[in-house]
């Protein structure tokens, strides 16, 4: 009876926890999500006295996936490319900060704050206007020509992304922040016993960090990583956001279905992976 009480008190935590977000979804996303659904079956057109919509079934979708695939082929493919590679370097960079901002050391409440502040300036104006001005780019990539050995080396198609990354660096490190804090927190799950034990039997750090740290941070690997997707899935580069237009709403409604689409895709083999990779760690250490 006690078991039953403590897991549906578990429940209803968690119903707390997430009813505002299924309060904020219901009241202004549902529709206006619904309602991009249902115009990306139409030839949708604003009139004097109203919107007309004219039913069209499929082929909004058969448009963008076969008739005129530029944007979704030739601009979308060479962004996914570079996310894919922005993912990892994200997802590391934060992991090793985050490390290091758990030790203990004079100024560390400052440093935390730093590289949580882009978060807070970095909004989709201002990242524009960096990326207009070339702020974001590393500069000895064009005072070493770096560009043209990377061309020279690797195949034109993996290239691009590569320099897009580079190019954009700076403000890809500072898309950072909440993955170092919720990094940091999850470091703190770990008791400190467990590293004292370590330190006992003679572990080097290099073997604390493989056998206990990493292992510990594979849930929290997992969200920042899931977090990270669909944080750079609406970087301001994105090809999609910027091709959608005001005049032909169903085809932009269908492109941003079919977007919507491959980001469910990524998300769910980033959750089947990691979680094959935290049963077998957890079957390995029973």
Request: a positive charge; charged letters at 15%.
């Amino acid at each position: 009876m006690r078991r039953m009480k403590a897991s549906t008190l578990r429940r209803l935590e968690g119903s707390l926890f997430i009813a505002p977000w299924v309060s904020g979804f219901l009241l202004f996303m549902a529709f206006p999500l619904g309602y991009s659904f249902y115009m990306s079956f139409h030839d949708v057109k604003v009139l004097a006295d109203g919107i007309k919509m004219t039913f069209l079934g499929l082929e909004n979708y058969q448009y963008i996936l076969f008739t005129n695939g530029s944007v979704l082929y030739n601009d979308l493919i060479p962004f996914l490319q570079q996310a894919l590679l922005m993912i990892p370097i994200i997802v590391i960079f934060s992991l090793l900060v985050a490390i290091m901002l758990n030790q203990k050391f004079k100024g560390r409440g400052l440093f935390r704050t730093i590289f949580f502040l882009p978060v807070i300036f970095s909004t989709g104006q201002i990242v524009n206007e960096f990326l207009t001005q070339g702020e974001g780019d590393l500069g000895f990539l064009e005072r070493y020509n770096i560009a043209f050995y990377i061309r020279e080396a690797v195949s034109p198609r993996l290239a691009e992304p590569i320099i897009g990354v580079m190019d954009s660096f700076v403000l890809v490190l500072w898309y950072s922040g909440v993955q170092i804090l919720i990094f940091v927190a999850g470091r703190q799950t770990i008791s400190a016993s467990v590293y004292e034990a370590a330190r006992i039997d003679g572990a080097s750090p290099w073997e604390t960090f493989w056998k206990i740290t990493l292992p510990g941070m594979l849930p929290f690997i997992m969200l920042n990583t899931l977090y990270t997707i669909v944080d750079l899935f609406t970087f301001p580069t994105n090809p999609i956001i910027t091709k959608v237009t005001n005049t032909h709403y169903g085809q932009s409604s269908a492109l941003v279905w079919i977007y919507l689409v491959i980001i469910l895709t990524f998300l769910g083999v980033v959750m089947l992976l990691f979680a094959r990779l935290i049963k077998s760690y957890q079957s390995t250490h029973r």
